[in-house]
């Protein structure tokens, strides 16, 4: 199986084909023999390699035992459950994970679809993405937390047992989910044990051997679905090949301008018009030129590492995702270039190549007249802090605002000044709209 990263564990437990008299074979327990009081200290985490896939466990290795409790304080023990001779998938994540927010529906279709043959838990560790305090991944730096700014999602990495369950409960109140979970031990046994990552997934089968290990659950082109299935010898999917097609729409401008230190991104539309789903390999080539302290992000549903030039993106049938392209500028003037190319993996001829320019200047927004056109208004100033204005020939009614999940968060008549004194920090898609509501051109406005 090939499993997703942030930081809760989900053990998904599946039933039903072999003899409950099965008993497992598991490393020594990593967990503790009593529920932890609230005040006891979380253990500082991190900081943690980026490379998720090599930590932890692997195919082939025998998991560790261990006892976690839910929020009320019972427990829950690996080798008992393994002894009902059911396999286990275990799923890791938190709150300020975007990654695990976003798989949530399926854990929950897991829950529904496999009925008795799969169990699953939750296992909520550190925090991916806490604000104030550094994320434990990597360089410390927290570089997919833009949709946790849009949702408002904004909390610091909890100091005691007792905080970790108030995060806990924060999360249920906002998110429904159908599987029990289980809070990480004080220092973090879990995390430490099988493999620092914020959404990482093993599937251990009866015997407490790991089939399956995922970076990250259900991201990047991993079908946790077929993995169930070929370990249970069942198919509860009937999953259609991934043959779909799309076409790509630039919705933004391929030159960016702002001022040395800001953080910019262009926006692409994936769109599938077919039955079925299309699997997208998304390249960053390495073609693309960044000044030395500048750094770029490929973001789907997930604002990746800079470090990672490679993802995978499904594109569901009649639907569309966007893939946005962030250039963290350094504190210079500068000219930086990305190039993306889109491939489809079960469609060879399916293929598409982005060009992006950005531009640190210190008259930032200012582009030549020849350049504007209805489909590329240029905003000014761009990231705006106040208010900005929109530089466009086309003769535009209204604007209308939308967030990076697609949402509309404001509409407003055609003006000389737009105040965005009371937007969220973030980035926005900015559609221009004719007197009819109709269509007439796209940019990206970022809101600092």
Same mark, same amino acid.
């Given at each position: 199986?090939?499993?997703?990263?942030?930081?809760?564990?989900?053990?998904?437990? %599946?039933?039903?084909?072999?003899?409950?008299?099965?008993?497992?074979?598991?490393?020594?327990?990593?967990?503790?023999?009593?529920?932890?009081?609230?005040?006891? &200290?979380? %253990? !500082?985490?991190?900081?943690?390699? @980026?490379?998720?896939?090599?930590?932890?466990?692997?195919?082939?290795?025998?998991?560790?035992?261990?006892?976690?409790?839910?929020?009320?304080?019972?427990?829950? !023990?690996?080798?008992?459950?393994?002894?009902?001779?059911?396999?286990?998938?275990?799923?890791? $994540?938190?709150?300020? %994970?975007?990654?695990?927010?976003?798989?949530?529906?399926?854990?929950?279709? #897991?829950?529904?679809?496999?009925?008795?043959?799969?169990?699953?838990?939750? #296992?909520?560790?550190?925090? &991916?993405?806490? +604000?104030?305090?550094?994320?434990?991944?990597?360089?410390?730096?927290?570089?997919?937390?833009?949709?946790? +700014?849009?949702?408002?999602?904004?909390?610091?990495?909890?100091?005691?047992?007792?905080?970790?369950?108030?995060?806990?409960?924060?999360?249920?109140?906002?998110?429904?989910?159908?599987?029990?979970?289980?809070?990480?031990?004080?220092?973090?046994?879990?995390?430490?044990?099988?493999?620092?990552?914020?959404?990482?997934?093993?599937?251990?089968?009866?015997?407490?051997?790991?089939?399956?290990?995922?970076?990250?659950?259900?991201?990047?082109?991993?079908?946790?679905?077929?993995?169930?299935?070929?370990?249970?010898?069942?198919?509860?999917?009937?999953?259609?090949?991934?043959?779909?097609? #799309?076409? +790509?729409?630039?919705?933004?401008?391929?030159?960016?301008?702002?001022?040395? $230190?800001?953080?910019?991104?262009?926006?692409?539309?994936?769109?599938?018009? !077919?039955?079925?789903?299309?699997?997208?390999?998304?390249?960053?080539?390495?073609?693309?030129?960044?000044?030395?302290?500048?750094?770029?992000?490929?973001?789907?549903?997930?604002?990746?590492?800079?470090?990672?030039?490679?993802?995978?993106?499904?594109?569901?049938?009649?639907?569309?995702?966007?893939?946005?392209?962030?250039?963290?500028?350094?504190?210079?003037?500068? @000219?930086?270039?990305?190039?993306?190319?889109?491939?489809?993996?079960?469609?060879?001829?399916?293929?598409?190549?982005?060009?992006?320019?950005?531009?640190?200047?210190?008259?930032?927004?200012?582009?030549?007249?020849?350049?504007?056109?209805?489909?590329?208004?240029?905003?000014?100033?761009?990231?705006?802090?106040?208010?900005?204005?929109?530089?466009?020939?086309?003769?535009?009614?209204?604007?209308?605002?939308?967030?990076?999940?697609?949402?509309?968060?404001?509409?407003?008549?055609?003006?000389?000044?737009?105040?965005?004194?009371?937007?969220?920090?973030?980035?926005?898609?900015?559609?221009?709209?004719?007197?009819?509501?109709?269509?007439? $051109?796209?940019?990206?406005?970022?809101?600092?």
């Amino acid at each position: 199986m090939r499993l997703r990263p942030y930081i809760i564990a989900v053990i998904v437990i %599946c039933a039903g084909w072999v003899s409950a008299t099965a008993q497992p074979f598991l490393r020594p327990t990593i967990g503790i023999l009593s529920a932890p009081h609230d005040d006891d &200290a979380i %253990c !500082t985490p991190g900081p943690y390699s @980026t490379d998720f896939n090599s930590t932890g466990l692997h195919a082939g290795d025998q998991a560790f035992d261990f006892t976690l409790y839910d929020e009320n304080g019972d427990s829950t !023990t690996l080798g008992t459950i393994l002894a009902l001779g059911k396999p286990v998938l275990l799923v890791a $994540g938190s709150y300020t %994970c975007p990654v695990f927010r976003y798989n949530v529906a399926t854990i929950n279709d #897991i829950v529904k679809r496999y009925g008795d043959h799969v169990s699953t838990y939750i #296992i909520y560790t550190v925090e &991916a993405h806490p +604000v104030v305090d550094k994320s434990p991944y990597g360089d410390g730096d927290a570089y997919s937390d833009e949709l946790n +700014v849009m949702e408002g999602i904004q909390f610091t990495q909890p100091k005691t047992y007792g905080q970790r369950k108030a995060m806990l409960r924060t999360m249920q109140e906002k998110l429904t989910i159908n599987a029990p979970i289980l809070l990480d031990a004080p220092c973090n046994q879990y995390l430490e044990a099988f493999g620092p990552a914020p959404n990482n997934a093993y599937l251990i089968d009866q015997n407490g051997m790991v089939r399956y290990k995922e970076p990250w659950f259900n991201l990047n082109g991993s079908n946790v679905y077929s993995d169930l299935d070929e370990l249970l010898n069942i198919d509860t999917t009937q999953a259609q090949a991934d043959t779909g097609r #799309i076409h +790509v729409e630039l919705v933004t401008n391929d030159t960016i301008y702002a001022t040395p $230190g800001s953080t910019v991104s262009a926006e692409a539309r994936l769109i599938n018009e !077919t039955d079925v789903p299309a699997l997208i390999r998304i390249d960053r080539h390495n073609g693309s030129k960044m000044p030395g302290d500048w750094k770029s992000a490929l973001c789907t549903n997930v604002c990746l590492s800079p470090n990672v030039d490679t993802t995978v993106l499904r594109v569901e049938a009649h639907s569309e995702e966007h893939l946005r392209i962030y250039v963290y500028m350094g504190d210079s003037v500068g @000219t930086g270039r990305v190039f993306v190319h889109l491939h489809n993996e079960y469609v060879p001829e399916d293929t598409f190549k982005i060009r992006l320019v950005y531009i640190a200047t210190d008259q930032a927004g200012v582009r030549p007249t020849t350049e504007t056109s209805l489909s590329a208004p240029v905003l000014m100033p761009n990231p705006a802090t106040s208010a900005w204005s929109i530089n466009t020939t086309a003769p535009y009614a209204s604007i209308r605002l939308y967030d990076v999940l697609g949402r509309v968060v404001a509409q407003y008549p055609a003006s000389d000044r737009y105040s965005c004194a009371s937007l969220p920090y973030g980035t926005y898609r900015v559609e221009l709209l004719d007197t009819e509501g109709k269509h007439i $051109g796209t940019s990206t406005l970022v809101r600092e």
